[in-house]
């Protein structure tokens, strides 16, 4: 790092001493802007501008006097230094406040305090029983450890996650570069960079400042990280229509030049997009949202039923007391009314669902861990679950749904063909490999300028032209290595590739080792380019057997069907071809400046692509069952976007396709109607991306978005939850993500949508049960108050406590850690609109609480003659006893109850599969058992028999039976009013009918037209009809049988997708109901 971080990264007060401004140097390059370079007078005018020669560099010691100046002082003063200033992350102390700004967390605070004050007060009133312990207090103080608790995990989550972020960033930044200065080759510190320093680049170097060419020999770069553009960017010194600028971030793929330096740090291209990483925190997500919500929906009720209880128990009071002879004195009343205000609160306490924040935090902070299981780094915590409800992905190609790594996956070489990558090894088996595969290595090899190096992550790999880089894995894969070949072999001549001739030639002479063939002579002509310009330049082809054949009219038709198959499968197709020549004709072909491009014989024809990762089509397929609504966003062409998009499964029949400059060229209200059909963006550019996030949120779609490139950071941003690639990945979209794919892996983001949605599952489970318990709670609490002698409620404060607290805890520890199965993927998203408690969980969790009452207010009122109880004090300690019990295990099995809350009968589904599930039942049935046996004064119990123990479990059992009968009850049609699932813009099985519907359309249109070709007014009207049609079509006349094929084609693939989508129905049906 350079060596006084304190010193400001640049100073306003001196941006004229230049004669340019570091604003004008950043407009030069983004967007790229040759007429800008033009009106700054070229580069020489710029260099002169910027006080550098270039063919000396900048002077060492720049600005310094005296011993004590720093070099560059004033440059860095004006354009800044290349360090981008540190982002300042939050302390822990500012994560504990974060977390704790959450309104139910402040109304548990709130309530924690007034239980306390109310329960200390209980403990050392007057009234209060000498007998009894006091533990008022005990509600209040676990309420508030309970804030803690939430507050510190949720503290400790965001501040594990930070750190996690930053150990995956933490390789080594700093490094040397190589400069031209004082005229003499340095190596400096990339931190060490300024502006107007000559920058020396080679093949493998990722580029750290936005600078312009000045010379150089082949050189190109790869700046799909930058801009999606996945084809080779060839630099060339300024010049018309020609590319001179380099962006910062992209890397050298081949040859060697010298830039000048135009733009450091955070004026750069990527310093530039990495300062628009850092922004707001984000809003709340939709999960949050709900949660504030019924918070203060409870909060109300909650209030309600004690202002409810307040007035009964005061009205009852009063009544009560005019009815006694004698009226009660000042002093019993106010200490009567006290304690009816202390019974009122205490509804409010009981009503606040405290274990719910607890959930919340379980849940997040259990998926987050399991989800680095599965090579997901969350670093927002809210992300999980907002990915749940996603309801469209749009992805980025290069490096997402590819392997950013071209490749041979078919070719045609000695009229042999293969058809994947795994068939490339048959393919060897079938050709000589004495003649054959030695001239195709040999070929390879030498007519190649990549080499096996290092990449920027230390790993082993091919380095230069992706196309020479493709090839040279081919025949490596076939066991060839190509530096013994290079090595063996004598190069003569090159002509290096040129746009103009489009092929690439070598020359060799041969030699003891070099690859023999039937026309051997004394140098041979190795050539790589165009298929079409090779193939037109051949006039022999290669056999398996290593034979030279003549290449007629027929195998020329033959070749040229293979090259328009490849390139319809979106194939960049690559020909091989070779001449043995004699010394007298090498010597006049070196004579020219052009190569020999003529009497070739082809050696094959190979198509290379970007190939899916494994196991995008299958994602692809259970994002389409989830209801997720899959775009595919690329800086490819559109033919290339296209085809890549219907390997992967995402261009479906009647979905759009269209280009950015399309999309851009769109009114705002055009864009809202073609984006719900759009699967394919093609030439895209960072402002389409962010385009079509905008569009799909203003129409109430969760966006999830994935990207590797500096160029997806914005869009990664914006989106609901972003995914970066954790290998491929640039620093800037790793810094703009929500979420980091560690094995760059497509098919994780499914995992990510399994766990996000079992996240939002096990909130709700737990809410059900949480607001069973508290209705029962509270309603229990009030009808025994209001019923009883001395308004006392029949499960004391400890009872509560237990009910309450510990079993919500341990409650939310059970439901919210359930891991993901597949039976996720069979619904749809839920609108992020949708209330937290649907239909279902509503009829559940009123039928429950409403059984509950009945059960418990049936043993209050009936319960001692139906277990032979008498009047005595011990067997009312027994009957409370038995109340508490029947009331605790009636959650126990209502826990199992709620583990299913899609209508789905059978609860005991999966069950053993969550081991964490099973302890908290073990430890809750133990726990009460302790508690009633050994309770005793403290929580107001008495050991009960094995008799009464059998029966209160039976009873608590009843809750299961229970809530089959309450699945089964018919809706009446208030499911579909109350509807969740979140609004499809477009359906793959509405688009399929219409694009079927469509092509039956064109059908007809063409049955209808020759119909009135058939049946003509006269000669002359026959004529012009046929001529009308065949003009339209290009087909002969013949065609009619054809389009009668096509037109029947048509229909009856419109009648297998009638009954397909039929049967799909029914079985959804047939399956709805069996479940």
Same mark, same amino acid.
């Given at each position: 790092?350079?060596?006084?971080?304190?010193?400001?990264?640049?100073?306003?007060?001196?941006?004229?001493?230049?004669?340019?401004?570091?604003?004008?140097?950043?407009?030069?390059?983004?967007?790229?802007?040759?007429?800008?370079?033009?009106?700054?007078?070229?580069?020489?005018?710029?260099?002169?501008?910027?006080?550098?020669?270039?063919?000396?560099?900048?002077?060492?010691?720049?600005?310094?006097?005296?011993?004590?100046?720093?070099?560059?002082?004033?440059?860095?003063?004006?354009?800044?230094?290349?360090?981008?200033?540190?982002?300042?992350?939050?302390?822990?102390?500012?994560?504990?406040?974060?977390?704790?700004?959450?309104?139910?967390?402040?109304?548990?605070?709130?309530?924690?305090?007034?239980?306390?004050?109310?329960?200390?007060?209980?403990?050392?009133?007057?009234?209060?029983?000498?007998?009894?312990?006091?533990?008022?207090?005990?509600?209040?103080?676990?309420?508030?450890?309970?804030?803690?608790?939430?507050?510190?995990?949720?503290?400790?989550?965001?501040?594990?996650?930070?750190?996690?972020?930053?150990?995956?960033?933490?390789?080594?930044?700093?490094?040397?570069?190589?400069?031209?200065?004082?005229?003499?080759?340095?190596?400096?510190?990339?931190?060490?960079?300024?502006?107007?320093?000559?920058?020396?680049?080679?093949?493998?170097?990722?580029?750290?400042?936005?600078?312009?060419?000045?010379?150089?020999?082949?050189?190109?770069?790869?700046?799909?990280?930058?801009?999606?553009?996945?084809?080779?960017?060839?630099?060339?010194?300024?010049?018309?229509?020609?590319?001179?600028?380099?962006?910062?971030?992209?890397?050298?793929?081949?040859?060697?030049?010298?830039?000048?330096?135009?733009?450091?740090?955070?004026?750069?291209?990527?310093?530039?997009?990495?300062?628009?990483?850092?922004?707001?925190?984000?809003?709340?997500?939709?999960?949050?949202?709900?949660?504030?919500?019924?918070?203060?929906?409870?909060?109300?009720?909650?209030?309600?039923?004690?202002?409810?209880?307040?007035?009964?128990?005061?009205?009852?009071?009063?009544?009560?007391?005019?009815?006694?002879?004698?009226?009660?004195?000042?002093?019993?009343?106010?200490?009567?009314?006290?304690?009816?205000?202390?019974?009122?609160?205490?509804?409010?306490?009981?009503?606040?669902?405290?274990?719910?924040?607890?959930?919340?935090?379980?849940?997040?902070?259990?998926?987050?861990?399991?989800?680095?299981?599965?090579?997901?780094?969350?670093?927002?915590?809210?992300?999980?679950?907002?990915?749940?409800?996603?309801?469209?992905?749009?992805?980025?190609?290069?490096?997402?749904?590819?392997?950013?790594?071209?490749?041979?996956?078919?070719?045609?070489?000695?009229?042999?063909?293969?058809?994947?990558?795994?068939?490339?090894?048959?393919?060897?088996?079938?050709?000589?490999?004495?003649?054959?595969?030695?001239?195709?290595?040999?070929?390879?090899?030498?007519?190649?300028?990549?080499?096996?190096?290092?990449?920027?992550?230390?790993?082993?790999?091919?380095?230069?032209?992706?196309?020479?880089?493709?090839? &040279?894995?081919?025949?490596?894969? &076939?066991?060839?290595?190509?530096?013994?070949?290079?090595?063996?072999?004598?190069?003569?001549?090159?002509?290096?590739?040129?746009?103009?001739?489009?092929?690439?030639?070598?020359?060799?002479?041969?030699?003891?080792?070099?690859?023999?063939?039937?026309?051997?002579?004394?140098?041979?002509?190795?050539?790589?380019?165009?298929?079409?310009?090779?193939?037109?330049?051949?006039?022999?082809?290669?056999?398996?057997?290593?034979?030279?054949?003549?290449?007629?009219?027929?195998?020329?038709?033959?070749?040229?069907?293979?090259?328009?198959?490849?390139?319809?499968?979106?194939?960049?197709?690559?020909?091989?071809?070779?001449?043995?020549?004699?010394?007298?004709?090498?010597?006049?072909?070196?004579?020219?400046?052009?190569?020999?491009?003529?009497?070739?014989?082809?050696?094959?024809?190979?198509?290379?692509?970007?190939?899916?990762?494994?196991?995008?089509?299958?994602?692809?397929?259970?994002?389409?069952?989830?209801?997720?609504?899959?775009?595919?966003?690329?800086?490819?062409?559109?033919?290339?976007?296209?085809?890549?998009?219907?390997?992967?499964?995402?261009?479906?029949?009647?979905?759009?396709?269209?280009?950015?400059?399309?999309?851009?060229?769109?009114?705002?209200?055009?864009?809202?109607?073609?984006?719900?059909?759009?699967?394919?963006?093609?030439?895209?550019?960072?402002?389409?991306?962010?385009?079509?996030?905008?569009?799909?949120?203003?129409?109430?779609?969760?966006?999830?978005?994935?990207?590797?490139?500096?160029?997806?950071?914005?869009?990664?941003?914006?989106?609901?939850?972003?995914?970066?690639?954790?290998?491929?990945?640039?620093?800037?979209?790793?810094?703009?993500?929500?979420?980091?794919?560690?094995?760059?892996?497509?098919?994780?983001?499914?995992?990510?949508?399994?766990?996000?949605?079992?996240?939002?599952?096990?909130?709700?489970?737990?809410?059900?049960?949480?607001?069973?318990?508290?209705?029962?709670?509270?309603?229990?609490?009030?009808?025994?108050?209001?019923?009883?002698?001395?308004?006392?409620?029949?499960?004391?404060?400890?009872?509560?406590?237990?009910?309450?607290?510990?079993?919500?805890?341990?409650?939310?520890?059970?439901?919210?850690?359930?891991?993901?199965?597949?039976?996720?993927?069979?619904?749809?998203?839920?609108?992020?609109?949708?209330?937290?408690?649907?239909?279902?969980?509503?009829?559940?969790?009123?039928?429950?609480?409403?059984?509950?009452?009945?059960?418990?207010?049936?043993?209050?009122?009936?319960?001692?003659?139906?277990?032979? &109880?008498?009047?005595?004090?011990?067997?009312?300690?027994?009957?409370?006893?038995?109340?508490?019990?029947?009331?605790?295990?009636?959650?126990?099995?209502?826990?199992?109850?709620?583990?299913?809350?899609?209508?789905?009968?059978?609860?005991?589904?999966?069950?053993?599969?969550?081991?964490?599930?099973?302890?908290?039942?073990?430890?809750?049935?133990?726990?009460?058992?302790?508690?009633?046996?050994?309770?005793?004064?403290?929580?107001?119990?008495?050991?009960?028999?094995?008799?009464?123990?059998?029966?209160?479990?039976?009873?608590?059992?009843?809750?299961?039976?229970?809530?089959?009968?309450?699945?089964?009850?018919?809706?009446?049609?208030?499911?579909?009013?109350?509807?969740?699932?979140?609004?499809?813009?477009?359906?793959?099985?509405?688009?399929?009918?219409?694009?079927?519907?469509?092509?039956?359309?064109?059908?007809?249109?063409?049955?209808?037209?020759?119909?009135?070709?058939?049946?003509?007014?006269?000669?002359?009207?026959?004529?012009?009809?046929?001529?009308?049609?065949?003009?339209?079509?290009?087909?002969?006349?013949?065609?009619?049988?054809?389009?009668?094929?096509?037109?029947?084609?048509?229909?009856?693939?419109?009648?297998?997708?009638?009954?397909?989508?039929?049967?799909?129905?029914?079985?959804?049906?047939?399956?709805?109901?069996?479940?």
């Amino acid at each position: 790092m350079p060596r006084d971080e304190r010193r400001p990264l640049i100073n306003e007060d001196h941006q004229g001493s230049f004669g340019v401004s570091a604003d004008e140097l950043t407009h030069l390059v983004d967007p790229k802007n040759p007429d800008l370079l033009k009106r700054l007078g070229g580069t020489e005018q710029l260099a002169r501008k910027l006080r550098v020669d270039l063919r000396v560099g900048l002077s060492a010691d720049e600005g310094v006097e005296r011993s004590s100046d720093e070099p560059f002082n004033e440059r860095q003063a004006v354009f800044g230094r290349n360090i981008l200033p540190e982002a300042q992350s939050k302390t822990f102390s500012e994560l504990l406040w974060a977390a704790y700004n959450d309104k139910t967390l402040i109304m548990l605070t709130i309530a924690s305090f007034v239980s306390l004050a109310v329960g200390i007060y209980e403990d050392y009133s007057p009234r209060h029983d000498p007998d009894e312990p006091r533990v008022g207090w005990v509600e209040g103080t676990a309420i508030l450890v309970a804030v803690l608790a939430v507050v510190f995990t949720n503290a400790i989550n965001d501040y594990q996650k930070e750190a996690q972020f930053k150990k995956l960033n933490a390789k080594k930044e700093d490094r040397e570069v190589k400069v031209l200065r004082g005229g003499k080759q340095q190596q400096i510190s990339v931190y060490d960079l300024n502006v107007g320093d000559v920058l020396e680049l080679e093949p493998g170097d990722i580029v750290p400042v936005d600078g312009i060419f000045l010379q150089g020999h082949n050189m190109a770069c790869d700046e799909s990280s930058a801009t999606g553009e996945t084809d080779t960017m060839k630099k060339q010194a300024e010049g018309n229509g020609v590319d001179c600028f380099i962006l910062s971030g992209s890397k050298v793929l081949e040859g060697v030049g010298r830039a000048l330096v135009i733009a450091v740090g955070e004026h750069s291209f990527y310093g530039k997009t990495m300062m628009s990483m850092r922004g707001d925190e984000a809003e709340g997500t939709p999960l949050q949202v709900k949660l504030d919500v019924l918070a203060e929906q409870i909060a109300k009720l909650g209030f309600a039923a004690a202002l409810a209880m307040l007035l009964t128990l005061v009205i009852k009071y009063f009544v009560t007391a005019s009815l006694q002879e004698e009226y009660p004195p000042g002093g019993e009343i106010a200490a009567a009314m006290i304690s009816i205000v202390i019974q009122a609160i205490t509804i409010i306490v009981v009503a606040v669902p405290e274990g719910l924040p607890m959930a919340v935090t379980m849940a997040l902070a259990f998926a987050t861990t399991q989800m680095l299981k599965d090579n997901n780094l969350v670093r927002v915590l809210a992300a999980c679950e907002t990915m749940g409800n996603a309801t469209a992905i749009c992805s980025d190609k290069t490096g997402t749904l590819t392997q950013n790594k071209m490749t041979v996956v078919r070719g045609t070489l000695a009229d042999e063909s293969f058809e994947t990558v795994e068939k490339i090894k048959d393919w060897g088996k079938k050709v000589h490999s004495e003649s054959v595969q030695n001239l195709v290595f040999e070929n390879i090899a030498v007519n190649s300028t990549a080499f096996e190096g290092k990449d920027e992550n230390g790993n082993v790999d091919f380095v230069g032209s992706k196309t020479e880089c493709a090839l &040279l894995g081919f025949s490596k894969g &076939l066991g060839s290595r190509y530096e013994d070949i290079r090595h063996d072999s004598k190069v003569t001549k090159v002509f290096p590739f040129s746009s103009k001739r489009k092929s690439m030639m070598t020359v060799i002479e041969v030699l003891e080792n070099t690859a023999s063939t039937k026309s051997q002579a004394d140098y041979r002509i190795h050539v790589k380019g165009a298929s079409e310009i090779v193939l037109g330049a051949c006039t022999r082809y290669l056999d398996a057997q290593g034979n030279t054949k003549k290449l007629d009219k027929d195998v020329l038709t033959r070749w040229n069907n293979i090259i328009t198959e490849y390139a319809n499968n979106a194939l960049r197709t690559i020909a091989l071809a070779y001449r043995d020549i004699k010394t007298d004709q090498f010597e006049n072909a070196s004579d020219d400046d052009e190569p020999p491009l003529e009497e070739l014989t082809l050696i094959g024809i190979v198509g290379i692509m970007d190939p899916l990762r494994p196991g995008v089509v299958e994602s692809v397929a259970k994002f389409r069952e989830a209801g997720v609504f899959v775009r595919m966003i690329t800086g490819d062409n559109l033919n290339t976007a296209k085809a890549i998009a219907r390997n992967a499964g995402i261009l479906t029949k009647g979905g759009e396709a269209l280009t950015g400059p399309e999309l851009r060229a769109m009114s705002v209200e055009e864009q809202r109607k073609v984006i719900p059909r759009l699967q394919v963006l093609a030439r895209s550019s960072p402002t389409d991306k962010t385009i079509v996030v905008t569009r799909l949120q203003e129409q109430e779609q969760v966006v999830g978005m994935t990207g590797d490139g500096t160029n997806d950071g914005p869009a990664l941003k914006l989106a609901d939850v972003g995914f970066s690639m954790g290998i491929a990945g640039t620093e800037v979209a790793k810094e703009a993500s929500d979420i980091i794919l560690m094995d760059d892996n497509f098919n994780s983001i499914m995992k990510a949508l399994l766990w996000g949605r079992a996240v939002n599952d096990g909130v709700r489970k737990f809410l059900t049960f949480q607001l069973t318990v508290n209705i029962a709670a509270v309603a229990l609490s009030f009808i025994s108050a209001v019923g009883s002698e001395n308004s006392e409620s029949v499960l004391s404060a400890v009872q509560l406590l237990w009910v309450n607290l510990i079993m919500d805890t341990l409650a939310a520890l059970a439901l919210a850690t359930e891991p993901p199965t597949d039976d996720l993927l069979q619904r749809k998203p839920i609108s992020k609109y949708a209330h937290l408690i649907n239909f279902k969980m509503g009829k559940m969790i009123l039928g429950q609480a409403i059984f509950q009452i009945i059960i418990n207010l049936c043993v209050i009122y009936l319960g001692k003659p139906i277990f032979h &109880l008498g009047d005595s004090t011990h067997d009312q300690a027994v009957l409370r006893t038995i109340v508490f019990n029947i009331f605790v295990f009636l959650q126990v099995f209502n826990e199992i109850n709620c583990r299913r809350i899609d209508g789905s009968i059978n609860v005991f589904k999966d069950i053993f599969n969550n081991w964490i599930f099973i302890a908290v039942q073990v430890a809750v049935v133990l726990g009460q058992y302790l508690i009633v046996t050994f309770g005793g004064i403290a929580f107001k119990t008495t050991p009960l028999t094995p008799m009464q123990w059998l029966v209160t479990v039976l009873i608590g059992a009843l809750s299961i039976p229970v809530g089959t009968i309450i699945r089964l009850l018919p809706d009446c049609g208030f499911e579909r009013r109350f509807r969740e699932e979140a609004r499809q813009l477009a359906t793959y099985s509405r688009m399929h009918w219409e694009g079927a519907i469509g092509e039956v359309r064109n059908g007809l249109r063409v049955y209808s037209m020759l119909r009135r070709s058939r049946h003509p007014r006269s000669r002359h009207s026959r004529s012009d009809s046929l001529n009308s049609v065949r003009s339209s079509f290009n087909s002969p006349g013949s065609a009619t049988n054809n389009r009668f094929a096509s037109l029947v084609a048509y229909a009856q693939d419109f009648n297998r997708a009638a009954e397909s989508a039929s049967e799909r129905q029914q079985n959804k049906a047939s399956k709805n109901h069996r479940s």
